[in-house]
């Protein structure tokens, strides 16, 4: 009997982009191409417009660079991140599709511990595509996961769960240390590989790391925005988990899930920790107020829509975390900009890309 040679069609093909920033030539993506040719790439490219960044041949992408970004956007493209790896909201910004893959070009593809290689999309995708527990904690993890299911005492008036808005993934070798924690831990390795899905509870904040990440774009796009870092700004290395934490107390005001845990990637290299110390420096103090503020920040009631939640959350930025550093009131004024442009690219009949996809590579 004859078999087909075919290769099943990738989950969710036509309703995913993996965003990649970068500054450099994208070679990693050799690597990637059994799990990542058949999807659309967003890249976003940071630093000097003028530079040639090259994609391997196959890829089908687009790319932006700061020129396009400020022709897109115009005087709201002073919301987008220069120099700094949050620029890659603006691919989420763009995107039309309903979820998002964002991936460091350092990281690549890791083995579980049968030496097999982990796609780490797919699993993103079935973390995406099953409930998150939030408002109750399952010992034996995420209980949609195959050999897995509520426990004993697990309250069946919960046991539909809540719709998965992020899930977060982990690394292994380097791992997202902190600049003192590099310098106190230089050969310090990530070798444990935990086979894990857990849902993060609801009132709980967590440092959420942008470089194996996924999410639903229709559920919580508007809040992944990865603040005001790099050039010209005071601080740097927090753009994700400052997204993290607006985005956690979005999700728990509107009843979405986040999911920590499988899948691995494998994080590369490890970047200087006295450059690190430089950009975190601020952030190291700041973190200890944006903290409590995020723990006890209450949205209203009317709030019922990811854009008002995110709106009224920057006031209380504005309000309360002004006080801090001037730095805060700049950033508030930032998100509502954000929001600004997300409508204004995303509503029906509203601002297109004007972009024109570089297409599939040659």
Not at 33 to 60: A, C, M, W
Not at 176 to 184: E, G, I, M, N, R
Request: charged letters at 25%; one cysteine or more; a neutral charge.
């Amino acid at each position: 009997m004859a078999t087909s040679s075919a290769k099943p069609t990738p989950l969710l093909k036509d309703e995913l982009d993996i965003v990649i920033p970068t500054i450099r030539n994208l070679d990693f993506l050799e690597m990637w191409r059994p799990f990542f040719e058949k999807y659309h790439l967003i890249i976003v490219q940071d630093g000097d417009p003028s530079k040639t960044i090259r994609v391997p041949n196959g890829f089908d992408y687009e790319l932006y660079n700061r020129n396009d970004i400020n022709r897109i956007l115009g005087p709201k493209a002073s919301c987008i991140s220069f120099k700094d790896s949050a620029c890659r909201c603006f691919g989420y910004l763009v995107s039309k599709k309903k979820y998002i893959f964002t991936i460091d070009d350092d990281c690549f593809v890791a083995k579980d511990p049968s030496g097999k290689d982990i796609n780490a999309l797919e699993q993103h995708i079935k973390n995406l595509l099953t409930p998150s527990t939030p408002h109750f904690f399952n010992t034996l993890y995420d209980p949609y996961r195959e050999g897995a299911d509520f426990v004993r005492g697990y309250p069946f008036s919960l046991r539909e769960g809540a719709p998965t808005a992020v899930s977060h993934g982990l690394w292994l070798n380097i791992p997202d240390y902190d600049a003192p924690t590099q310098l106190v831990k230089p050969l310090e390795r990530n070798t444990r590989y935990v086979d894990a899905v857990m849902t993060v509870p609801k009132g709980t904040l967590f440092p959420m790391c942008g470089m194996n990440l996924a999410f639903d774009r229709e559920l919580i796009g508007p809040a992944m925005y990865f603040g005001l870092m790099g050039d010209g700004q005071p601080i740097g290395r927090y753009d994700d988990m400052w997204a993290g934490w607006c985005m956690k107390v979005i999700c728990d005001h509107l009843g979405l899930g986040v999911k920590t845990g499988l899948p691995y990637i494998w994080h590369s290299k490890a970047s200087n920790p006295f450059v690190n110390l430089k950009k975190e420096y601020n952030g190291i103090f700041w973190q200890e107020k944006a903290i409590p503020f995020f723990q006890s920040v209450v949205l209203p009631k009317d709030c019922t829509t990811v854009q008002k939640c995110y709106l009224a959350l920057a006031d209380q930025v504005k309000t309360k975390l002004g006080e801090v550093d001037p730095y805060f009131l700049k950033l508030a004024d930032a998100m509502v900009t954000w929001i600004e442009a997300w409508d204004e690219v995303n509503s029906p009949g509203g601002k297109p890309a004007a972009k024109t996809p570089n297409g599939s590579s040659k």
